[in-house]
């Protein structure tokens, strides 16, 4: 009878009115055969699950295809700074009012809810592709306002009214891109701190450190991953490859390529759907949870140097919104967590603006396509990311470091970025861009715009920028402004072009489709090189801080100090960071795409001195500023400590006079 009880239990859900909170299921129904995934191995992997799907969409995927959301939709790169933005919005506001509220609750729910709300959410950012007009490749190049016109039927404005109206409509989508956004960035605010707490709480003290190696190497991972797929995807598969195919004989280095952006976003959301399943089985606490507590809160008595601090609520009671304002308080009063969380906030400045940019950024100064700079950002940047933060980890074990090695590790580690972020002063040269960074007649110094002599007959229009490479090595606006008055279809090259230098003054030149081709130059393998140092010393603080965090604060606290610095974190830098950077771009313009009702669209030229420069003063800047932070953290902690001794002192001097 026994063994066909036991049979039926690993058959079938076992009913009671109340299921262990140790159980694995759903509810009341909770199968024997799957009580072997409660364990914190399953429970890292489950959650790693997550942090994989969150970090390839939202780091990953999104930062791909933000280029390509600026040719598609003609925005500015600020406009697409905003879209970044809308995540860390989210993430900044929800995150208080959620991990608070949850600090004490069914944790593995709340990731649960994440999940989904998640997965609809990159469904809303795929949707503007489904609902904006059909992008047609044929629409820019080779229409009759790129050829030099000299009828004098022609008159110099050549807009279309409803073409400002289309290009208004696409750019207006953004606010679907900034809604999909928030809605994303509120869904992932369980998994940095719920998520964490959650693991911290189910596993032993001495590996803690590891399973949050392990927990943000994947986050990063996850990252370069998405870097990778998504420029893959842009280079291989044309926007409309479903219903229209690849265009004939384009180039997927052609300025008006567009690439299938949208499609990983509704795999994404796909994969978000399947893995809330096995998270929503998981139990409030997983078995042996109050012991490994009771290791934690003695472990906490020995390292924490605020076991002195009043404890607001008890462990029953926390969570309580009428305790919020007074627990956040005493959580800033604690300066060696104040200035930790402020020097990760100048830190993320500089690393989710560099993240969000770095492809375009390769794109304007080593000229490369959008998919080969996604796919160079992915594995000379977050791949190294990566293993820093798993090394990062496991040092923090190995050497069972405390709170001022983990400190001094940060301090050194933000040094090397500072010295190696003047690699953005290098480049790769750049064929000029005729009326705008050279002039047409390179023998005069006259001022630099787009209509010449050359090509004052030919009714120009400035709106549709398609670029083209004339035989003299030069690039030009179109084929209109090169002069050139025919397209010879066997050789896909234009002819007659008036505008372009000729070695032989009695031939007129000619030009080709897309930018002057540009031989690799060796700046780029350097920047590359010292670039991924970059990452990887950016990474290694990762765990050690997330450690400090959780070692200077009480332990009944620990989800709430996530909660707060993550807002930090996000107002102070990873919400204003994509802003600064974008900004930079946008001040270093020399061309922009104006509309016919003449509007500022997107950027075509930048100059890339320019831009250098001010990379590395924003970049340099903010790094000397978090080793400033992070010294006054380790002083203050050393007082704190210096302080606790005394009193420690003071107590047995006390006891001892007691005694005699």
């Known amino acids: 009878m026994d063994d066909n009880s036991k049979v039926g239990s690993e058959t079938s859900c076992v009913s009671s009115d109340e299921a262990s909170k140790t159980d694995c299921g759903w509810r009341s129904c909770t199968p024997d055969n799957i009580q072997r995934f409660a364990s914190p191995r399953w429970l890292l992997f489950v959650i790693c699950i997550f942090v994989f799907i969150q970090n390839m969409v939202t780091n990953g995927f999104v930062n791909v295809s933000i280029t390509t959301l600026e040719r598609r939709f003609d925005l500015s790169s600020s406009q697409a700074a905003l879209i970044s933005g809308g995540y860390d919005v989210a993430?900044?506001?929800?995150?208080?009012?959620?991990?608070y509220y949850c600090s004490n609750?069914?944790?593995?729910?709340?990731?649960?809810?994440?999940?989904?709300?998640?997965?609809?959410?990159?469904l809303l950012f795929a949707s503007p592709h489904f609902f904006a007009p059909s992008y047609n490749y044929q629409d820019t190049v080779n229409s009759s306002s790129s050829f030099c016109s000299v009828s004098s039927d022609e008159t110099d404005d050549l807009c279309d009214p409803d073409d400002a109206?289309?290009?208004?409509?696409?750019?207006?989508?953004?606010?679907i891109f900034i809604l999909a956004q928030l809605a994303m960035g509120l869904a992932a605010t369980p998994i940095y701190t719920i998520g964490v707490a959650y693991l911290d709480e189910n596993v032993?003290?001495?590996?803690?450190?590891?399973?949050l190696g392990i927990f943000l190497m994947m986050a990063i991972l996850a990252a370069a991953i998405g870097f990778i797929i998504g420029g893959t995807i842009l280079d291989a598969l044309y926007v409309n490859f479903i219903t229209e195919g690849s265009p004939v004989n384009v180039d997927k280095d052609d300025d008006a390529w567009i690439g299938a952006w949208w499609l990983a976003f509704v795999v994404s959301a796909i994969v978000s759907f399947l893995?809330?399943?096995?998270?929503?089985?998981?139990p409030a606490y997983l078995p042996g949870y109050e012991d490994k507590l009771k290791e934690k809160l003695q472990a906490s008595q020995m390292t924490n140097g605020n076991t002195d601090e009043p404890i607001v609520v008890s462990r029953t009671d926390f969570g309580k919104w009428k305790d919020l304002p007074l627990a956040t308080w005493q959580l800033l009063k604690n300066s060696t967590y104040l200035f930790v969380s402020?020097?990760?906030?100048?830190?993320?400045?500089?690393?989710?603006?560099?993240?969000?940019?770095?492809?375009?950024?390769?794109?304007?100064?080593?000229l490369l396509n959008a998919g080969t700079a996604a796919t160079l950002t992915g594995l000379f940047g977050t791949t190294f990311g990566a293993l820093s933060t798993f090394a990062a980890g496991w040092a923090v074990r190995k050497w069972k470091m405390d709170i001022y090695k983990m400190l001094k590790m940060i301090i050194i580690s933000t040094a090397v970025v500072s010295v190696v972020m003047f690699s953005f002063f290098l480049k790769c040269p750049e064929p000029p861009?005729?009326?705008v960074s050279e002039p047409y007649n390179v023998s005069f110094t006259n001022d630099v715009k787009l209509n010449a002599q050359c090509n004052e007959q030919c009714h120009c229009s400035d709106t549709t920028y398609n670029a083209v490479c004339g035989s003299d090595g030069r690039v030009y606006f179109d084929a209109c402004h090169a002069g050139c008055t025919v397209y010879i279809e066997e050789s896909k090259t234009y002819g007659n072009c008036t505008c372009v230098l000729s070695e032989d003054n009695d031939e007129l030149g000619s030009a080709s489709d897309a930018a002057c081709d540009t031989m690799t130059c060796t700046n780029l393998y350097i920047f590359l090189v010292l670039f991924s140092v970059a990452v990887t010393c950016f990474f290694l603080p990762g765990p050690s801080i997330d450690n400090i965090t959780l070692r200077c604060v009480p332990h009944q606290k620990r989800s709430l100090a996530l909660a707060v610095q993550w807002v930090l974190i996000r107002c102070l830098g990873t919400i204003p960071g994509p802003f600064l950077i974008g900004s930079l771009f946008d001040v270093s313009c020399i061309l922009w795409n104006r509309t016919c009702d003449g509007s500022r669209g997107r950027c075509h030229s930048y100059d890339r001195p320019q831009l250098g420069v001010l990379f590395v003063v924003c970049t340099v800047g903010f790094s000397v500023l978090a080793i400033l932070l992070y010294g006054l953290a380790y002083f203050s902690h050393a007082k704190k400590e210096s302080r606790q001794i005394e009193k420690t002192a003071e107590?047995?001097?006390?006891?001892?006079?007691?005694?005699?």
């Not at 609750?105 to 990159?122: M, N, P, V």
């Not at 893995?275 to 998981?282: D, E, G, N, Q, T």
């Not at 990760?344 to 304007?364: D, H, R, W, Y």
């Open 91 to 99: 993430a900044g506001l929800g995150v208080v009012p959620v991990s």
């Open 105 to 122: 609750r069914h944790k593995g729910k709340a990731l649960t809810a994440g999940l989904i709300l998640y997965g609809f959410g990159s």
């Open 165 to 175: 109206g289309d290009s208004s409509s696409l750019s207006n989508y953004i606010y």
């Open 204 to 211: 032993k003290h001495k590996v803690v450190s590891e399973y």
């Open 275 to 282: 893995a809330a399943i096995p998270m929503s089985c998981f």
């Open 342 to 366: 402020m020097g990760n906030c100048s830190q993320a400045i500089i690393l989710n603006g560099t993240v969000v940019f770095m492809p375009k950024f390769l794109e304007v100064i080593y």
């Open 433 to 435: 861009l005729v009326g």
């Open 651 to 660: 107590m047995l001097t006390k006891i001892d006079n007691t005694h005699i």
